[in-house]
């Protein structure tokens, strides 16, 4: 086998975790995210599915959430799962594993011991942020009054204006329709953001609450068609009216004053699907950008916090499978594409480099996790797929592991689940 061949003995540490020993670290390497209010490092990047944080490592995976030690990938510990009651939605907060029930139930769980901090049951709203679970409850009225509690004791910090919430948006794209997200519809980071203000959407008003005190900074109605949050760090509001003939207006609102703070015209076409009209508009955001294909069907990346235009391109030629502020990945026929800005002309992309497949090879679960971009593919003789880890901007192959799927990374080391869904950590090695 290839991976044999490149890969260095296994030394397992028990049924659920190995973790390879030797090679050297890569050239590069990206350094854990550092928030600038100074919570501890954490190398989960804005899509991935496992990372580390202090002396742990975070796995989630659909309906369930497991701690292992980072030293030596050991599992310590993992959210009860409960049949009758899965795991819908599942975020890593300071020094906390929040997770979300079917029920509408929130559990706050001990980092370092997974022992259960707190829970709120039948939550009508619910949101994450990095220090804070906001929450209200379903037979509230006529007191509805959305409620923020600390993670790491449960304490009730403030009580917003007395107003249904009927649905919190603290995540950038969070699907804003509905009273509570159904189990599954929206996945997000693992890693719950930092955020100075929470939108709250109420039967005719959208309410922008300072996420420290609860005190509302502005009120706007609800817009005609939809709505969704733009930053992580809670500032702007997207809205969109009713398409058009492929077409539509988009504005981003200041959250702290209510005012339109910029607008742009969009076609309700999708980036990964350019020519289709889409009836059900929803922004694509990823990494502090909108993604969105103009009426004049060029593809577009907006800053959300400014409105301003960080590039444009005519056509990518094939569909669009993961895109951020600096690189657009295209799957063709038999390869992926990487398309960079122009530096000499930012109105058109380049085409960086690209990564050949076989005949037969089917891409799946892709993730643009700082600068590395994770991917599975299919092949004839491999039906358990092979994981590959690239380095975004040359293409080069960090990784790769038969019947192994990359969820994560934490600094020079892959966390892959194995398809008996056992975690193990590999490390990366430089193979050009």
Do not use: H
């Not at 995210?33 to 990372?51: D, E």
């Not at 059900?280 to 060029?298: H, Y």
């Amino acid at each position: 086998m290839r991976v044999r061949a490149m890969m260095i003995a296994v030394l397992c540490l028990g049924l659920n975790a190995c973790t390879v020993e030797g090679g050297a670290p890569v050239p590069g390497t990206p350094p854990d995210l550092v928030s600038p209010a100074g919570p501890p490092p954490v190398t989960a990047g804005p899509a991935g599915r496992a990372g580390a944080i202090d002396d742990f490592i975070v796995v989630r995976k659909p309906g369930a959430v497991s701690v292992l030690r980072r030293a030596d990938g050991k599992p310590l510990w993992s959210v009860p799962r409960r049949p009758d009651d899965p795991i819908v939605k599942a975020r890593l907060a300071r020094g906390s594993i929040v997770a979300v029930r079917r029920s509408q139930t929130a559990e706050v769980y001990d980092l370092a011991t997974g022992q259960l901090r707190f829970a709120k049951e039948n939550a009508g709203a619910l949101g994450v942020s990095w220090t804070a679970l906001f929450a209200d409850s379903v037979p509230c009225q006529p007191d509805c009054s959305l409620r923020a509690y600390d993670l790491a004791t449960g304490r009730e910090l403030w009580a917003g204006p007395q107003a249904l919430p009927g649905k919190v948006l603290v995540e950038p794209g969070e699907p804003p329709d509905g009273k509570y997200d159904p189990p599954g519809e929206f996945d997000g980071p693992l890693r719950a953001p930092e955020t100075s203000t929470v939108a709250v959407r109420g039967t005719d008003a959208v309410m922008f609450l300072d996420a420290t005190t609860g005190q509302e900074l502005s009120r706007v109605p609800v817009p005609e068609a939809g709505l969704a949050l733009g930053s992580s760090a809670g500032r702007v509001l997207l809205e969109w009216g009713a398409p058009k003939e492929c077409k539509l207006t988009v504005i981003g609102r200041d959250g702290a004053t209510g005012e339109v703070a910029w607008q742009v015209e969009a076609g309700t076409r999708q980036l990964s699907q350019p020519s289709v009209c889409v009836s059900g508009w929803r922004p694509e955001i990823t990494d502090g950008v909108l993604v969105l294909v103009d009426p004049k069907e060029q593809a577009k990346l907006i800053d959300v916090e400014t409105g301003a235009v960080v590039w444009t391109a005519n056509s990518f030629g094939d569909p669009v499978v993961a895109v951020s502020r600096r690189t657009v990945i295209a799957s063709g026929p038999r390869q992926l594409v990487a398309f960079t800005p122009d530096p000499n002309n930012p109105a058109w992309v380049v085409r960086q480099w690209a990564a050949e497949l076989s005949e037969t090879g089917k891409v799946e679960g892709i993730i643009l996790d700082f600068d590395r971009l994770f991917y599975t593919t299919e092949y004839e003789g491999s039906p358990r797929g092979i994981g590959w880890v690239r380095d975004l901007a040359t293409g080069r192959r960090l990784w790769y592991g038969d019947g192994l799927t990359p969820l994560g990374v934490d600094g020079d080391r892959v966390i892959a689940e194995t398809a008996s869904g056992e975690i193990r950590l590999d490390r990366m090695v430089s193979t050009g």
